[in-house]
């Protein structure tokens, strides 16, 4: 129980400690500048390429299962792109940018723990929470949705082309809109918005708290991938199933 508290607590504390010390101190913007490029420009080509590779793989899967029941693949192909809009596209873009990004700011972080860098840095009338967490949360609410929006991107149009010349099926039909609605757009837009802030959450609290050595420093890095993917997952369920009762 207690470590069931420690994964939805710690990181609720996180975000109270950043946002009382960014408004008393600001947020340092050029530091916050400098993560979101961190995060978006050396997460795209994993996300956008990863994305890729999980579109094409899906519309492999529904060819064989539509080959049994309905013969042609291009009739799944605009409940596929809702499903993309709005489920996948943005938990596994959330998933593989915590894989990139949240290893990073929990090694940064741990790293400057172990060091001795984070005490020096409050010796110096410096706050860690308002230097150095809030410009990897803020990094992170921007940054993630802009990278689950070109992930969609990358699997929408990888499904049309293996639809279209693997399959000889109109590679248009996976990018017919019309089962989306505002709803799938704002369900996907808070599943984005929610893993970006979870993300660097997750990797500060699992790195500020390393102690030791080098070996403090690898288990943080592992506790902040598990905690900011298992956080992802946990965030696409509950904004699935609430978006799911206020349409019933």
């Not at 808070?190 to 080098?214: E, N, S, T």
């Amino acid at each position: 129980m207690s470590g069931v508290r420690s994964f939805f607590g710690a990181p609720v504390v996180m975000l109270a400690r950043t946002v009382r010390a960014s408004t008393r101190d600001g947020v340092p913007w050029r530091e916050s500048l400098a993560q979101l490029h961190e995060l978006g420009g050396r997460s795209v080509w994993l996300v956008m390429s990863g994305m890729a590779f999980f579109g094409a793989v899906l519309v492999t899967i529904a060819n064989s299962q539509a080959r049994r029941f309905v013969g042609n693949v291009a009739v799944l192909g605009p409940a596929y792109f809702e499903l993309l809009i709005r489920e996948l596209g943005p938990a596994v873009s959330a998933l593989l940018t915590a894989s990139r990004a949240g290893a990073a700011h929990a090694a940064e972080l741990s790293t400057m723990s172990v060091n001795e860098q984070v005490e020096a840095l409050e010796m110096s009338a410096g706050d860690p929470y308002a230097d150095l967490v809030a410009p990897r949360v803020f990094a992170g609410v921007v940054g993630v949705p802009l990278l689950c929006t070109l992930g969609t991107i990358a699997a929408t149009l990888s499904a049309a082309a293996v639809a279209q010349f693997a399959f000889g099926v109109d590679g248009r039909a996976f990018m017919d809109p019309r089962y989306v609605d505002g709803w799938d757009l704002l369900a996907a837009f808070l599943k984005a918005a929610g893993c970006g802030l979870y993300i660097p959450l997750a990797a500060a609290v699992a790195g500020l708290k390393a102690r030791g050595g080098a070996e403090a420093v690898g288990e943080a890095t592992t506790d902040g991938v598990v905690a900011a993917s298992l956080g992802c997952l946990l965030i696409d369920l509950a904004v699935s199933l609430a978006f799911q009762l206020l349409r019933l």
